[in-house]
């Protein structure tokens, strides 16, 4: 078994390899001084100097890159679109992992009538639509509606796959929209964003799904 001296420092070793790997910078923090502690222990216990330089070494990068992802979260800036679109879309990601998503693409202004996918077309762009309307039909039949906070294409810009459905702007629009393919190969790359937005995508799903059933079935009812 181990002593006590050499299982603190077993713990604090694993405690600070953990806080290189974790993305959030406050859990990042929470883990270093935790692994401070156990070193901190370990040194009242048996003055392994050896030991106890690595771990003050290693605790020090992890200070270092703690204190730099601090810094860019706080240099992290956002208009009220992007806000908008950080509280519905990347819940949980931090200040500089969501700018940083955000500046994948870009906001453009639509008019009534524009397409934004079309039903057995390749979707070019994944669009998150801050102001506005639009119309989802399916065969030639409407089938829901999106509103301001939805995304539109999700499905299909993130697997590549034709679009299942026609969207077209009902109302003038303000929305941000990101090139599909580009956008698939950076959510891979970066668990944060792919975590918050998995988490988004089920949601947006389900009340999608919802709204398709309610307006099929008032359909049926009305035939």
């Known amino acids: 078994m181990f002593a006590i001296p050499a299982l603190s420092l077993h713990l604090g070793y694993a405690l600070l390899l953990a806080a290189l790997i974790v993305g959030n910078a406050r859990a990042r923090w929470l883990i270093a001084l935790a692994a401070a502690v156990l070193g901190g222990h370990a040194y009242l216990w048996h003055s392994g100097w050896v030991a106890i ?3 003050a070494a290693i605790v020090l990068c992890g200070a270092v890159l703690g204190l730099a992802a601090l810094t860019r979260n706080k240099a992290a800036r ?4 992007d806000a908008a679109m950080r509280d519905s879309l990347l819940t949980g990601v931090s200040p500089s992992a969501a700018r940083h998503f955000i500046d994948r693409g870009y906001w453009i202004s639509g008019e009534a009538g524009e ?11 994944l669009v ?4 506005g ?3 989802v039909t399916v065969s030639g039949r409407k ?5 301001a906070g939805d995304l539109i294409g999700e499905a299909s810009a993130l697997t590549g796959e034709p679009a299942t459905a026609t969207v077209v702007l009902e109302t003038p629009a303000r929305f941000w929209c990101a090139e599909a393919a580009a956008l698939r190969a ?3 790359a970066n668990q944060e ?4 937005i998995g988490r988004n995508f089920s949601h947006t799903l389900r009340m999608k799904l919802v709204e398709t059933s309610r307006a099929l079935a008032l359909a049926t009812a009305q035939a």
Not at 78 to 81: I, N, T
Not at 115 to 125: K, P
Not at 128 to 131: A, W
């Open 193 to 196: 964003v792919r975590n918050a």
């Open 78 to 81: 956002f208009s009220v679109e």
């Open 128 to 131: 998150y639509l801050f102001s």
């Open 53 to 55: 330089g690595w771990t």
């Open 115 to 125: 397409a934004l996918t079309r039903e057995g077309e390749d979707t070019a762009h």
């Open 133 to 135: 309307d639009a119309t």
């Open 186 to 188: 950076y959510i891979t």
């Open 143 to 147: 089938v829901a509606t999106c509103h």
